[in-house]
């Protein structure tokens, strides 16, 4: 008791255990072949049609497409950085869920075997293809870039 004062302890830790849920969101990544990440971060950006979003602990309910790019990660203070696809987030107050087609680490990126990819993807848009053969073409060169971009930034 501290001048007449005394603390409820259902609420201070009611207050504790929100502070601690505020300060962290889940990011959970799929693809069709398996979860590629799920871990609670601090921050996540990522690349929306109308451009990069960030995404901190109690965002407002949001689902959205998402377009090939770079995924960057906040956790512990760090950045860490993914090559992610097209596909669809789900923005909750504590968890970001993403579908893509496409998800790989940095660390995980072959550059050379991606390098190559974007040559043969942009040489293949050289030639007279239907329209479905355009999308996957493009979209085979989208995720090229995208593993290019996160790989270079890498290195530096």
């Not at 407002?60 to 669809?88: C, H, N, S, W």
């Not at 043969?120 to 060169?141: F, I, N, Y």
């Amino acid at each position: 008791m501290v001048n007449g004062w005394r603390p409820i302890p259902s609420t201070l830790n009611h207050q504790q255990s929100t502070n601690d849920m505020a300060s962290t969101l889940k990011l959970e990544i799929v693809t069709p072949e398996a979860k590629i990440y799920s871990e609670d971060v601090e921050m996540v950006t990522l690349p929306g049609v109308e451009g990069e979003m960030g995404i901190y602990p109690m965002h407002v309910p949001l689902m959205t497409q998402i377009v090939a790019g770079e995924l960057a990660v906040r956790k512990d203070g760090r950045e860490y950085f993914l090559a992610i696809g097209e596909g669809f987030v789900e923005i909750t107050a504590d968890k970001v869920a993403i579908m893509t087609d496409m998800a790989v680490r940095a660390e995980q990126i072959d550059e050379a075997k991606a390098e190559e990819a974007r040559k043969r993807a942009e040489s293949r848009l050289q030639e007279k293809l239907t329209d479905e053969e355009t999308a996957m073409v493009s979209a085979a060169l989208m995720h090229s870039l995208a593993q290019l971009k996160v790989k270079r930034r890498q290195q530096r």
